[in-house]
């Protein structure tokens, strides 16, 4: 009998001695690094999950990333180190963070928190709002199309990895959005605006006005001004919820000192109810599309380029007549007893009804006929009569900030003879 090496039996090569290094490379002795062996598997990705582990979670290891990443836990979630002066000491301005099966981000030069951002989204879709910068990271809200978020930090942008191109950007009060997956084959999520600006499109009937701005948030707190139907207001901060699902909104808008009338208007601040839907109410603002520019010129748009959309109110109908609004460019004035037929007819119109201009207005046997859409019909309806020496009045008064705009030429008058 003689003594067995133990070596030679459970390590017949003879490398339980060698050191272990992460980064060795070494063909003919068939030795990878663990570095290594991870870069190839990032030449290969996208790599699909065998049926058997398809629904399941990867696992997220900081230190498995290739040497040359610094990597850091909290980046990876979603979260940005707070402390001394001293944590940013040798970083880059542009340092981003790494995300396994992603890439390595860096910020966006000039992204400015601060900014306002539109959801723009070529399909109407939702922009989701995540706790944390990853994808899988729980969901805090939905951003619908046209609304707006406030961005809260640096934008990044992916500059290696599959997720190359791919923007995210932390927004207010919380959260993180995804600005743009085009490079992905996603679409552009998010676009800059100047100010969020929102029109009052509820309509209470009542001549004292349509909105209530209150001093804070709560329902109860003071109210300080009132607005009507068509008005513009900015939105001056991210949008709150109440506990029954009220959606609450901080304006900025335009008003003037009833003892100086003649001072130009001064913003002031107070929110207003955007959206009452999920208690039943219905929805009070909807946010302005930045292309679109409400503008109070004096003369009529019947030529010309069509800019922008006009608001108008009806008026002067009488109680025994009515205004229709059809699907073809006639004329059914209500003084002149035509009666639309049923297949064209839309709906009647009744004094108080806010409208949108959304095209040019014509000329059809002695009437001026616009294109009009309010809720969700759209058709044409007549305005008033072609000759303005005629003495019949107009149905329609075109409204600027809530305001009809004879009240508002008056009132300038009235200032300007002032100051004389």
Known sequence: WAPVDPLSVNDPWGIDDTPFDTGIFNLEEQQYGRAWMLQVRQIMLPIEKPEEVANLKFLI????????????????????????????????????????????????????????????CRDRGEVIVREQFLLTSEEVCRVPFGQ?????????????????????????????????????????YLEKVKSPRWQVVFSSGSSKGDI?????????????????????????APLEHTEDGIVRMPILFEG?????PSNPPKSKMGWVTCDATSQGGPKFFEPVDPEQRPKAKEQDQEEGHWE???????????????????KKCEPFAPSSGKIPPSEILVRHLVNGDIVTQVGHSKKV???????????????????????????????FEEMINGEPREKRRHRKSDSKEHED
């Open 365 to 395: 046997r002695g009437y001026m006929v616009m294109p009009v859409k309010i809720d969700s019909d759209e058709g044409w309806v007549v305005r008033r009569l072609v000759d303005r020496s005629r003495d019949h009045p107009a149905w």
């Open 308 to 326: 922008t959309n006009r608001i108008w109110r009806v008026t002067n109908v009488q109680e025994n007549e009515q205004l229709a609004l059809v």
């Open 61 to 120: 290891c900081p230190s498995a990333a290739p040497p040359e990443e610094e990597v850091d836990r909290d980046r990876i979630r979603g979260r940005d180190r707070k402390g001394g002066k001293g944590n940013q000491k040798g970083q880059s301005q542009n340092a981003g963070r790494f995300i396994p099966e992603m890439g390595r981000t860096e910020i966006v030069p000039r992204s400015q928190r601060g900014t306002w951002w539109r959801n723009c």
């Open 148 to 188: 707006y978020v406030l961005q809260a930090g640096p934008l990044e942008v992916f500059v290696t990895g599959p997720a190359e191109g791919l923007q995210r950007m932390p927004v207010q009060p919380r959260g993180w959005a995804t600005v743009d997956a085009t490079s992905v084959g996603g679409p552009l």
């Open 256 to 260: 003037r000192q009833p003892s100086q």
């Open 212 to 236: 209530v701005v209150r001093k804070g948030v709560s329902l109860d707190s003071e109210e300080v001004a009132v607005l009507t139907c068509g008005a513009v207001v900015e939105q001056a």
